[in-house]
């Protein structure tokens, strides 16, 4: 059987089954009980194992057959879901996805994944892998982490009297039945106080998904002396060391603050949030009446609509000359219709957000945990749809974004409760419309930018000079963060550090004809505002005239259009500036520009279009105003790259060649 017509679609549809995946097991990890979910991670690992085994993938579909036992055991109740076990998943999922990528680049998908099999296997026989162990024994060091609730308590006990004692327990290296000592141990200090915590959960001690160390929190009324004899008693304890909890080491928060934690942590965990989360989850698997389209096939419908435009603009021309009734109707209808036409074809291009924005939960849950810091992640408005184009490119910047909102701009959990901050960071990635644009936002509740180390940094890398630095604003400021090899990072990590991004990331943007903005509030966090064309195909221009050369410039950049008399062009710093609105704002002469021949014209005004890229504007001086037109954007090709302040070129309807401006360029 040829298999080979079909490898398109498998790996299509298994990219799907990943993403589905990972989704849900992102979506356990905060509902543990929900059953639903693991029925649903079930349904997709198994169509997975199934599609790979009739395409000859055998290391595919047994490293999923194994998830698929694992996941059987969590159903029936045989394995608890733990931090560990989802750890195991995911690293399953890392390989799955490994293999796929292979696989669309034309390898056979192999991979070697026998460790990952083997932790599997353990945990589908309820053993510890070797790995979980090792990192029970390095978690199960201290209990310094208390949550608002615990340090409550604690306060309260000692002020009645109690003892809060921390209990570092270690079992003998020979300890056959290690939860039947835990429960011994349980057992002891129930009888003289109360355990408040402990280290690793207990349902990981209950298991044995531990080394051979624990460590316990505790309320009594007993000396530290007696609560060590007491459970040294116990037979196969190694070595006890009692610490005692100080009071003046817990940071308590308001009770204002307090009652705000406890409505947030109830609202996270209310019944009705996740049963609605399940349900929503679900739903969004369900689909209607579609069908797969290549894409290659929508870029060559639209580079045939493309060619469309430019012979309607054509009509348009003709019928203007030839002032026939009959052809100027039928030019009209043919300009509604492609106008439609052109509409679904973008449509049928656009995308939701959410392809990209998925991948992200997963990748701050394993950032935040190599940092040691507590982050959520807030997703709004992923169902934004962009064009395909822009959704290719736009991921890399909105992942160096993201990094670095973890690494720069989240506290660890100590920091932020000394600030009166809730230990858990939160990131917000936002996407909504706005006129012909979308805009994706990444904001955190961190630390913000500090002004003075930006302009200390700026001044140590000779970007500019300390007299500069006294006169910016703090938008001029933290726009130095996107110059070319800028870090304010004090070590290099494999995260950030190296003055390798921001520049990078706007380069990128910029180069999808977008902008990115910073805003920050120095110890309430930083905002990076993103803004992004529809699509890059085809957009709306005004045509203007200089000389007898025509040019186009794109809607999105002008605020308008104005004729100005030459006595009001003023001279500042030669440099020719206009007053607008009461702004100054520099005169650009676009035939010096661009060099453009002819003579000067002697006439007493001058056309003018006023340009914006973010809070600074320029006037472009022109010869006339030829009107608005949708245009075609066609590159120039791998020998003109690097011509200043263009961006392409259009056909337009009489056959002419008409280059398009690069605002950006020209404010700069």
Not at 95 to 119: F, P, W, Y
Not at 475 to 489: M, N, P, Y
Not at 534 to 563: F, N
Request: hydrophobic share 40%.
């Amino acid at each position: 059987m040829e298999l080979t017509q079909y490898l398109d679609i498998f790996i299509e549809e298994s990219k799907e089954h990943l993403q589905s995946i990972n989704q849900q097991v992102l979506l356990l990890e905060k509902t543990p009980g929900e059953l639903s979910i693991v029925n649903e991670i079930f349904r997709s690992a198994h169509t997975l194992k199934g599609m790979s085994a009739t395409m000859g993938y055998e290391d595919l579909a047994n490293l999923t057959h194994c998830m698929e036992n694992v996941l059987d055991a969590i159903r029936n109740n045989k394995l608890d879901v733990s931090s560990s076990v989802l750890d195991v998943l995911f690293a399953s999922l890392d390989h799955l996805e490994a293999m796929v990528v292979e696989i669309s680049e034309g390898g056979s998908g192999k991979r070697d994944v026998a460790e990952t099999v083997k932790e599997l296997e353990a945990l589908e026989k309820g053993e510890v892998p070797q790995s979980m162990q090792a990192e029970a024994n390095n978690e199960a060091g201290s209990l310094q982490d208390y949550d608002q609730y615990e340090k409550q308590i604690i306060i309260q006990s000692k002020e009645q009297g109690f003892h809060a004692y921390e209990l570092s327990i270690s079992l003998r290296e020979d300890c056959i039945l290690k939860a039947a000592r835990v429960y011994m141990v349980f057992e002891v200090i129930e009888q003289i106080g109360e355990i408040i915590k402990t280290l690793p959960a207990v349902d990981m001690l209950e298991t044995e998904q531990f080394g051979t160390h624990f460590t316990l929190s505790i309320l009594t009324k007993e000396s530290a002396v007696d609560v060590k004899e007491r459970i040294l008693k116990v037979s196969e304890i190694d070595a006890v060391e009692v610490i005692d909890i100080k009071a003046d080491q817990l940071n308590i928060s308001s009770n204002s603050e307090r009652e705000e934690n406890d409505k947030l942590e109830q609202q996270e965990v209310s019944p009705q949030d996740k049963k609605s989360g399940v349900q929503q989850t679900s739903n969004a698997g369900s689909s209607g009446k579609t069908i797969r389209v290549n894409i290659e096939r929508l870029d060559q419908l639209m580079n045939l609509f493309e060619e469309l435009v430019i012979d309607r603009g054509r009509l348009e021309e003709i019928s203007k000359s030839l002032k026939s009734m009959e052809l100027n109707e039928t030019v009209e209808r043919m300009s509604r219709v492609s106008g439609d036409l052109q509409n679904i074809i973008l449509t049928m291009r656009m995308v939701p957000v959410e392809q990209v924005f998925n991948r992200f939960p997963r990748m701050i849950r394993g950032l935040a945990k190599d940092l040691g810091k507590k982050v959520n992640l807030e997703i709004v408005g992923a169902e934004t749809e962009l064009d395909r184009t822009v959704i290719d490119e736009i991921g890399d910047p909105l992942v160096h974004l993201l990094r670095n909102s973890i690494d720069h701009g989240i506290e660890n959990p100590v920091v932020r409760s000394s600030k009166g901050k809730n230990e858990t960071g939160t990131i917000y990635l936002r996407a909504f419309h706005s006129g012909n644009h979308v805009f994706i936002e990444i904001q955190d509740d961190g630390a913000g930018i500090n002004k003075q180390k930006v302009l200390s940094k700026a001044i140590e890398n000779g970007i500019l000079t300390k007299e500069m630095s006294e006169n910016l604003t703090d938008k001029e400021c933290f726009e130095l963060l996107f110059a070319s090899g800028f870090s304010t990072a004090d070590v290099v990590s494999d995260i950030s550090g190296r003055g390798v991004g921001l520049d990078v990331v706007k380069n990128k943007i910029e180069s999808l004809g977008g902008s990115i903005t910073v805003d920050s509030t120095e110890g309430s966090g930083t905002i990076f505002s993103i803004q992004l064309p529809l699509t890059l195909s085809i957009m709306s221009v005004m045509l203007v005239e200089i000389s007898r050369e025509k040019y186009a410039i794109p809607l999105s950049s002008i605020i308008e259009t104005a004729i100005i008399r030459k006595e009001e062009i003023l001279s500042a710093h030669n440099q020719k500036v206009i007053d607008f609105r009461g702004k100054v704002v520099p005169l650009v002469n676009m035939k010096d520009i661009f060099e453009v021949p002819g003579s000067t014209e002697s006439g007493q005004h001058v056309p003018v279009v006023v340009v914006r890229k973010g809070d600074k504007m320029a006037a472009l001086a022109v010869d006339s105003f030829i009107g608005q037109q949708e245009i075609v954007l066609k590159s120039l090709g791998q020998y003109l790259t690097s011509v200043f302040a263009i961006s392409g070129a259009t056909i337009l309807g009489d056959g002419q060649v008409a280059l398009i401006l690069d605002c950006n360029a020209l404010i700069k």
